[in-house]
């Protein structure tokens, strides 16, 4: 006895895996961009004062096997980033970058900042050395806004790179109709 049989649309079905292959990185990589910058948007709302900018998200490497973006802090806009993230003076969490007298036998707990050398007004006292004014700075707690960002966005990031994906796969399954 033989058997005869014809297997008909694997021309279709070839045609859908290329495009889903063809498409994969694409569509990865969007849901990655997009993840990134609600990321960078949320850090930036973390952020205290009244900023809304100095949070870059940019794309790093896009290979056949790797698609890395990079969050971080623009130095130009936002110079005093790892200040405010890691804390001043007492409550640093990073080490100390100050060498001054004053500094160090402060416990690092007070420094002297040039009034000539800051752009805007700060909340601090002004005194007046050798005809210099200086404002007298104190340490300033820690406000992880890029970490928490990182950490609370995580769930929300997975979702937004499957939804890029999902719009892929729904757009091949709907070929088969």
């Not at 008909?8 to 079905?13: C, Q, V």
């Not at 973006?69 to 790892?82: E, G, N, V």
């Amino acid at each position: 006895m033989k058997l005869k049989c014809e297997i008909k649309g694997l021309d279709k079905l070839e045609k859908k895996l290329k495009h889903l292959t063809k498409n994969l990185a694409q569509n990865t990589s969007e849901g990655i961009k997009t993840a990134s910058e609600k990321t960078s948007e949320y850090a930036i709302s973390l952020r205290r004062g009244q900023h809304n900018d100095g949070i870059i998200a940019e794309m790093v490497e896009m290979n056949g096997k790797d698609i890395k973006y990079r969050i971080h802090t623009d130095q130009s806009a936002f110079p005093f980033s790892w200040f405010e993230e890691f804390g001043t003076g007492q409550y640093a969490e990073q080490p100390h970058i100050g060498k001054t007298k004053h500094f160090l036998e402060t416990g690092y707990t007070e420094w002297f900042i040039p009034v000539s050398k800051v752009e805007r007004e700060l909340h601090y006292p002004i005194v007046e050395i050798q005809g210099m004014q200086f404002y007298i700075a104190h340490g300033v707690k820690p406000n992880p806004f890029m970490q928490k960002a990182e950490f609370e966005r995580r769930y929300d990031n997975l979702d937004d790179v499957q939804a890029s994906l999902m719009k892929l796969l729904k757009e091949v399954c709907k070929w088969m109709n």
